[in-house]
């Protein structure tokens, strides 16, 4: 006989959840999905964007229910809707191809980013041969890279083709890199770049942003003792994916990227006491949220939240949009 009928039948395993600190947003994101909120709400709907303003399906769907329109091309732009340029950065061919058009443009390329970009400006007009740490293909990359002109920049992937891919020998040398490379892997290719170039140019401060690094250190901080990691993400992000390898690499035994709550195999953490969660620099805190409450369908949490950083950056919105007034 059932003595407590309205007792609640929840008798569920505890499951200790480290949450890494900082987590999500960092200031170069909430900009850019400023500058779309702030575009629609001045301009009207639709403001176009080119390419995801940042790898989150989540965030773009949000925007798009606001009134925003993503396109990957500038083509598939209208002549007189506004757009706005990704946070990744964008060629310079792109911006001038808009002023061709006669486009009203927002750019909302983060300001760590372009400032990467002036120092490949810088170097080149030195003189110098650029060699770019950072992944193919990647949007920031393709950024960069188009920053300056065909054949002055070269691309080097891994410590492996820092060792062996061909650069000019005739001009000093000097390096840049992604903002949101694994901070390790770049050690690693600086100093094998350095052994073979010892007279390279190195960029004053470094140039993986603020957010990547403390973001990686947190997921240290927690890895070894957490038998689980669960990165809020997307598989085109690459500082999330970042996550998963550094969580991995520093003892944690399974690290797994998941979009929402719902992609979370709960079988997964079934026998574990402690998991670690963390979140790219794209995904929102709601969806952290969201895989709470999706362990919490099994689980009974006990939340320790281990934070290695305060971060207080802010970036100012680009100056159309600081003042009242039409375009
Ligand atoms: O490239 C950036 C300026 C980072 C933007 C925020 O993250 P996300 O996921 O949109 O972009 P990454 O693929 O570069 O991490
Ligand atoms: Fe900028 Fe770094 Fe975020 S480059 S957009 S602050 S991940």
Known sequence: MDLHPHAPERNLPRLNVLLAGPRGFCAGVDRAIKIVEEA????????????????????????ERQGAIFVEELDEVPDDAPVVFSAHGVPKSVPAEASRRKLFYLDATCPLVSKVHREAEQHFSRGRHILLIGHAGHPEVVGTMGQLPEG??????DAERARTTPVPVDRPLAFITQTT????????IVAA????????HAPAKEDICYATTNRQAAVKAIADRAELMVVVGAPNSSNSLRLVEVAERAGCPKAVMVQRGRDLDLSLAGGLRTIGVTAGASAPEVLVEEVLARLRERFELAIEEVVVAE???????PSALQTEGAR
């Open 311 to 317: 971060e207080t950056i802010t970036f100012k919105l």
């Open 40 to 63: 629609i709400r001045r301009y009207g709907a639709p403001v176009y964007v080119r390419h995801e303003i940042v790898h989150n399906r989540f965030v773009v769907e949000s925007l």
């Open 193 to 200: 770049l350095r052994e073979r170039f010892p007279d390279i």
């Open 181 to 188: 490379l694994s901070v390790d892997d770049t050690t690693d």
């Open 152 to 157: 002055t920049v070269t691309l080097i992937e």
